[in-house]
């Protein structure tokens, strides 16, 4: 499965984004998707992850209440809204698929997620 990141860019401090992760293949039902992302100086984290019938969504604890994933299969694109950016929230933000089960990839593991996008550029700066 290819993924393709989109929607980053420059955006203010308080300001908004969404991103777009598109697969080339069918995702409704076999695949649950993850954000992740890159800061620098620091290893890659998770962001957010949503179920594979969008069921279930688990956000991690530095964008809890800013951030929302929605999926849409008709589109095989899932999204990330990211609110009330800072500018820590800078970074590269990568989706990613897996065909693991909840208990394996709603905490983040990156071993569960086998195909990884290329990622995109988010900066939040004045």
């Known amino acids: 499965l290819q993924l393709v990141e989109s929607g980053g860019g420059l955006v203010q401090p308080g300001g908004s984004l969404r991103l777009s992760c598109t697969a080339s293949?069918?995702?409704?039902?076999?695949?649950?998707i993850g954000w992740f992302r890159q800061v620098p100086g620091k290893e890659r984290e998770g962001v957010a992850c949503i179920s594979s019938n969008g069921g279930s969504t688990n956000y991690a604890d530095p964008v809890k209440g800013r951030c929302t994933i929605s999926r849409d299969d008709a589109q095989n694109t899932v999204f990330l809204q990211l609110n009330s950016l800072k500018p820590e929230d800078t970074g590269v933000y990568y989706c990613a698929a897996s065909r693991t089960g909840w208990n394996l990839y709603s905490n983040f593991n990156q071993r569960a997620f086998e195909d990884w996008g290329q990622g995109t550029q988010v900066t939040v700066s004045s």
């Open positions: 293949g069918v995702i409704s039902g076999y695949y649950a």
